[in-house]
């Protein structure tokens, strides 16, 4: 009986255990505009919209070293939001003294996408409000060009936990491009 009883234990903790990693891997889908990102881990949707954000997804360390970092999804519709250039200086005027900066301009299936790393002191804070020098911060974007309106991709977090999160950035980013 014993031996019954350890070999249902032992079989329903490998089956756990094989069943565990599908589960982790679950993704979700957030809609901004015209474009349907896929949000799978490390990335989790947080079902947290605002004013002016679709979506907002948080990364979580899967080595548990780095803090989580938000992304938030924009899209302001048709003939809102500013050309790709107006946004990517806007964004680089979010940071203090010299930036460095990792432009890509791709085109895929005819979809024009930027993608942005931008890295120095970084200005926290609300948009009109007092903000906070964050020293060895970044900036991962993504920008989609649609007629009907551009969407967004924008996450900030400490330099090391942006490097650390840019390839699931990239992968999340660019989801509505895969066939």
């Known amino acids: ?15 756990l255990s094989i ?15 015209d ?16 004013p002016m954000v679709k979506a907002v997804a948080v990364w979580t360390d899967p080595d548990g070293v780095h803090e989580p970092i938000n992304c938030a999804f924009y899209h302001f519709g048709e003939g ?15 940071f203090q003294g010299a930036v460095e900066e990792d ?9 024009k996408i930027t993608l942005l790393h931008l890295r120095g002191t970084y200005m926290d804070g609300p948009m009109f409000g007092n903000k906070t020098p964050k020293k060895g911060y970044a900036l991962l974007g993504a920008i989609f060009e ?8 924008k996450a900030t977090g400490p330099g090391a936990a942006i490097e650390a999160s840019k390839a699931s950035f990239r992968k999340m980013a660019l989801s509505p491009t895969e066939k």
Request: net charge positive.
């Open 1 to 15: 009986m014993k031996s019954e009883i350890l070999s249902l234990i032992l079989g329903s903790v490998f089956f």
């Open 19 to 33: 069943l565990s990693p599908a589960i982790a891997q679950e993704a979700t889908k957030i809609q901004a505009g």
């Open 35 to 50: 474009f349907e990102f896929t949000v799978a881990s490390p990335w989790k949707d947080k079902n947290a919209p605002r």
């Open 80 to 94: 809102q939001g500013g050309t790709v250039r107006a946004n990517v200086d806007r964004w680089k005027g979010q």
């Open 103 to 111: 432009a890509e301009q791709l085109v895929i299936d005819g979809q």
């Open 146 to 153: 649609s007629p009907g309106g551009h969407v967004f991709l």
